[in-house]
């Protein structure tokens, strides 16, 4: 759930619940911390630092570490879609160029963020079921700690490797039987692929659209959570500009700029801006 809330004069903060608790989530790219941020490390340690910079209780008080590797997937993706279209815009939009050879036009596809909250949403406490023979099995959804735990084995060929992944997502009693099954169904990663894409929307996120320049349906597999953290690094590189042209012009300090509230810092800009198109 999403409400809009407003909690102090200077930042302005969501509140949202992920079912057990209140959180309060600030815009990504306003603080000094989000500067200590470095793209280059691995995806699921990126991902955790910024949910730990932007996510508090609703007091305000910053959560444990552990809160965000425990996450599952879509709903870490769903958190950082969120700040990566905060303050000022709920829009998803994106580039694609149409798959079709003969065409390859770009297209520009837009649409509110809240259509892929309703789908993470929809998906929450429903288990990935796949069945087998007679038995069914019921698997968790992989979170933080599991990506993780899987970036650090390597594994033989593809095949092992998601058996290695299911495994760790199956209860104890269920592990040597669903290997068993496996072996007598030749297509089972490709049954197993089907229940993870419609149990996990976000983390198997695909765009079907048609393409409006020669009316091909084109269905693209689209990675949301790279998405957003393409657009936070964009907001951390012009917090960079926003303190260099602040710097230039006043002389301030990085430790005197970030003390001055987002909303001024960029007031200043407009002038700054201003002055020099005179
Ligand atoms: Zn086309």
């Excluded at 789908?119 to 796949?130: A, C, R, V």
């Excluded at 990506?147 to 594994?155: P, S």
């Excluded at 602040?246 to 810092?265: D, G, K, N």
Aim: charged content about 20%; aromatic content about 10%.
């Amino acid at each position: 759930m999403l409400t809009s809330k407003k909690v102090s004069n200077t930042t302005s903060f969501l509140g949202i619940s992920n079912g057990k608790i209140e959180l309060s989530l600030r815009p990504f790219a306003w603080l000094a911390e989000d500067l200590q941020i470095d793209f280059q490390q691995t995806r699921p340690h990126l991902e955790t630092q910024i949910l730990e910079c932007c996510i508090s209780n609703r007091e305000g008080s910053k959560l444990d570490r552990g809160f965000f590797w425990n996450l599952e997937i879509g709903k870490r993706i769903e958190y950082l879609l969120i700040l990566a279209t905060l303050p000022h815009n709920s829009q998803f939009g994106v580039n694609l160029r149409c798959l079709n050879l003969e065409c390859q036009q770009q297209m520009e596809i837009e649409f509110p963020l809240s259509s892929l909250i309703d789908l993470q949403h929809q998906s929450e406490n429903k288990n990935p079921e796949i069945a087998f023979a007679s038995e069914n099995f019921s698997l968790r959804k992989p979170t933080g700690n599991d990506q993780l735990a899987w970036l650090h084995q390597v594994f033989s060929d593809e095949s092992s490797a998601i058996m290695a992944m299911v495994q760790t997502l199956l209860p104890a009693e269920q592990k040597s039987a669903f290997q068993q099954g496996c072996s007598q169904h030749q297509d089972w990663i490709q049954t197993l692929n089907q229940v993870m894409e419609e149990s996990d929307p976000l983390v198997n996120f695909s765009l079907q659209v048609n393409c409006p320049y020669c009316n091909t349906q084109n269905l693209q597999d689209f990675d949301l959570g790279a998405w957003a953290l393409q657009q936070l690094y964009g907001a951390q590189q012009q917090l960079l500009v926003t303190i260099h042209r602040l710097a230039w012009h006043y002389h301030w300090s990085e430790s005197e700029i970030f003390a001055i509230p987002p909303w001024r810092r960029s007031r200043y800009l407009d002038l700054i801006n201003r002055e020099e198109n005179y």
